[in-house]
């Protein structure tokens, strides 16, 4: 019976990488001269230091330009509030990855009032579809990727 899984995950490596690149970008702006700001990933979240609220916004703007290039959807990012102690601000940036309880009952109930002649069952943090026909499958991957989910999505293994 062919199937295939619903799934949201974030290219750690890519999202290291975007990282990297956006420090250097921070350390080498005329804006950010002597200011000490700087991004730090730790594990899920990405921590943006600066001296300024205003330069945490144009830090997010960097961040999110350079994950984009690396084809990380933006999507996925969770902004946290700022959060100043002193003289620096601090804000957060959550990575969010897998699919939580309440996104995959959405996503199975949108699968079942579409009527599609699939049966869809969620497993940890993904959601496995199953049909008889192929071409049911691939209409339920249609519909969900016009769907407004608030997460994005990748659709793998794929089974014939």
Same mark, same amino acid.
């Not at 949201?8 to 890519?14: F, G, I, M, P, Q």
């Not at 100043?84 to 996104?103: A, F, N, P, S």
């Given at each position: 019976?062919?199937?295939?899984?619903?799934?949201?995950?974030?290219?750690?490596?890519?999202?290291?990488?975007?990282?990297?690149?956006?420090?250097?970008?921070?350390?080498?702006?005329?804006?950010? $001269?002597?200011?000490?700001?700087? @991004?730090? /990933?730790?594990?899920?979240?990405?921590?943006?230091?600066?001296?300024?609220?205003?330069?945490? %916004? %144009?830090?997010?703007?960097?961040?999110?330009? $350079?994950?984009?290039?690396?084809?990380?959807?933006?999507?996925?990012?969770?902004?946290? $509030?700022?959060?100043?102690?002193?003289?620096?601000?601090?804000?957060?940036?959550?990575?969010?990855?897998?699919?939580?309880?309440? /996104?995959?009952?959405?996503?199975?109930? /949108?699968?079942?009032?579409?009527? @599609? $002649?699939? %049966?869809?069952?969620? %497993?940890?943090?993904?959601?496995?579809?199953?049909?008889?026909?192929?071409?049911? /499958?691939?209409?339920?991957?249609?519909?969900?990727?016009?769907?407004?989910?608030?997460?994005?999505?990748?659709?793998?293994?794929?089974?014939?």
């Amino acid at each position: 019976m062919p199937s295939f899984d619903i799934v949201s995950e974030v290219d750690t490596h890519e999202v290291s990488n975007a990282v990297d690149q956006a420090n250097r970008e921070v350390g080498t702006r005329f804006d950010f $001269k002597s200011s000490d700001a700087k @991004y730090e /990933l730790e594990g899920t979240d990405i921590v943006m230091n600066a001296e300024a609220e205003f330069q945490l %916004q %144009q830090m997010l703007d960097i961040l999110q330009t $350079k994950l984009s290039r690396r084809n990380v959807d933006i999507a996925c990012l969770e902004v946290d $509030k700022v959060e100043v102690t002193g003289k620096r601000t601090h804000q957060k940036v959550t990575l969010r990855q897998g699919v939580d309880k309440e /996104l995959a009952r959405k996503i199975v109930k /949108l699968i079942k009032d579409g009527k @599609y $002649k699939v %049966q869809a069952a969620i %497993q940890g943090e993904k959601v496995r579809v199953t049909g008889k026909k192929r071409d049911d /499958l691939q209409k339920v991957i249609a519909m969900l990727g016009e769907a407004d989910l608030d997460l994005p999505l990748q659709f793998d293994n794929f089974r014939d």
